[in-house]
């Protein structure tokens, strides 16, 4: 029987490991296991989940070592005998596994994650190419999984992060957008696409394979197109 | 911007945060070489002797293992450099594990010539 150890906190009791053994079939996942604890052995255990198919996000957590979806993990697959569930990192937690997400969407504020229409936005056509470009971004499901493994983010706070950088890079790109300088100077400042420093961590994590580090050395490179009038 | 949360960043072993702490901790180790080498020089260029004097400390086997482990780490930084640099023209950002492999393999044969070089300068001092 698979052990699960959680780390379970809250503001009164602190913070504390917990293992159950909840009775799982087959190709379980883990949010499977979740719900069985909860339901037959602790119904205080708090976590996120919602759509239950990897489409919103809802329930990454720290799994075995590294970020993931409890909903597409499924525990035979992670050949272990403990599944070792934390909340994720660089994120305040409000309790057991559910962690504040504020900061994250106060960073992704930053980067005007919505469309300031030229006038003529309308008519225009998006070509293919840019299209193109600008669909890989549609596969991220705003997870934080790649914000959690980022140790860029975890040491320098200022630092928008993976997520906010791919969805501003999205919006730089968009021939309809008529805020291109000052998503330039948003993006192109220390905080920006420059605040990363190459770890990748984040397209081990991305559950959805969007490899955000591509989109920051390519906005990176329209970010120095730009500047030398290329 | 972010609080720190009581989940610290206990950040997963990869490949990728490896390569970024050792070309940080290569990155620092060069720069403290730098204004070391630079102030020592500068106090050493005084006099003849004093330029000899400096020389002949520096000799000792201590120093010339740390010559060459600053020229591990130089090869190293280098070689992740062009690794990042890669990678920041858009040249397979998704194969950055094997690029590091070949960076480090890369070292290695460079830091091995340097090794047969450096090591008998070494034995003899000693």
Known sequence: MTVFRVLRYSPSTGEAWK?????????????????????DHDPTLAYRFSCRSAVCGSCAMWINGRPRLACQTKVNQLKSSQVVIAPLRGLPVIKDLVVDMQPLWDAYRKVMPWLVEKPNAETMVVTKKTSDVMEKFYSCILCAACFASCPEAAQQHRYLGPMPLLDGFRMYVDPRDDAKA???????????????HGAFACIDACPWDVAPVEFIAQLRRELVKEKFGG | MFQKGRAKARLPWSIGTFAFLANRIAGVAVAVYLITHIALLGTAARSRSGFDGLMQKLHAPFWLTLEMLLVLAIIFHASNGIRLILI???VQPRKQKQMFWWAVGGTAAVFAVAAIICVPVIIRHL
Request: contains cysteine; charged residues 35%; aromatic residues 6%.
């Open chain 2, 88 to 90: 920041d023209m858009g």
């Open chain 1, 19 to 39: 293992e159950y053994r909840p009775e799982l079939k087959e190709q379980a996942s883990v949010l499977d296991g979740l719900h069985t604890i909860r339901a």
């Open chain 1, 182 to 196: 000052e998503r330039k100077r948003i993006l192109g400042g220390a905080d920006g696409a420059w605040g990363c």
